[in-house]
């Protein structure tokens, strides 16, 4: 059943039909509590789905920062550009090629500050183009919190068949952070 099919989401572009045959249904696909563990893993992710969308709130020990991985690929392999707001001011970043995973939402390094991320990939299981990117981070940090907006890509033409959610270093994610994987529109 989809998540959302009120008339207030179908006014955002979510209904069970856009009139051209394409629905644009957004499924949950599965959810995952972390365990005071490094990371989260979704496997197995369906092919029968336009996007992906991954959204959680994470509580952790010290996380400073996170990374999405595809398919197992731990390399330095993906490429973003950045654009943050920390309580001072807006920062236009630069562009970062060659890292190893598409870096995810600055957190407050505390167990009792949430970090809200969520994480889009256009066109996962399109075997002809690489795959695109898009997230959206913020938390409060007690001296006027962040907000990144992060795009970038993945130099690969694979389907997406399993995303990782690592927390930086030693960091883990507590018991109180939850990741959910959604399905965006039936192929």
């Known amino acids: 059943m989809p998540l959302l099919t009120t008339q207030s989401a179908k006014g955002y ?22 365990s005071n563990n490094n990371a989260v893993t979704f496997s197995s992710i369906p092919q029968g789905y336009t996007h992906l969308q991954m959204r959680c709130t994470y509580l952790g020990s010290s996380i400073v920062y ?8 731990f390399g330095a392999n993906y490429n973003f550009r950045q654009t943050y707001w920390d309580g001072a001011g807006i920062t236009l970043g630069a562009g970062y090629s060659g890292i190893t995973g598409m870096y995810g939402a600055n957190a407050a390094s505390s167990n009792t500050t949430p970090t809200n991320y969520i994480l889009d990939i256009n066109d996962y299981s399109n075997t002809s183009k690489y795959k695109n990117f898009a997230s959206f981070g913020v938390t409060n940090s007690g001296a006027g919190g ?36 959604y399905g965006i529109g039936v192929k």
């Open 66 to 73: 996170n990374w999405a991985n595809v398919n197992g690929d």
């Open 146 to 181: 962040y907000v990144y907006w992060r795009s970038g890509f993945y130099p690969s033409t694979s389907a997406i068949t399993s995303l990782t959610i690592s927390a930086d270093g030693t960091s883990t994610f507590t018991s109180d952070s939850i990741f959910t994987l």
């Open 13 to 34: 572009g979510f209904s069970n039909s856009t009139g051209t045959g394409l629905t644009t249904d957004f499924v949950a696909l599965s959810t995952v509590v972390g």
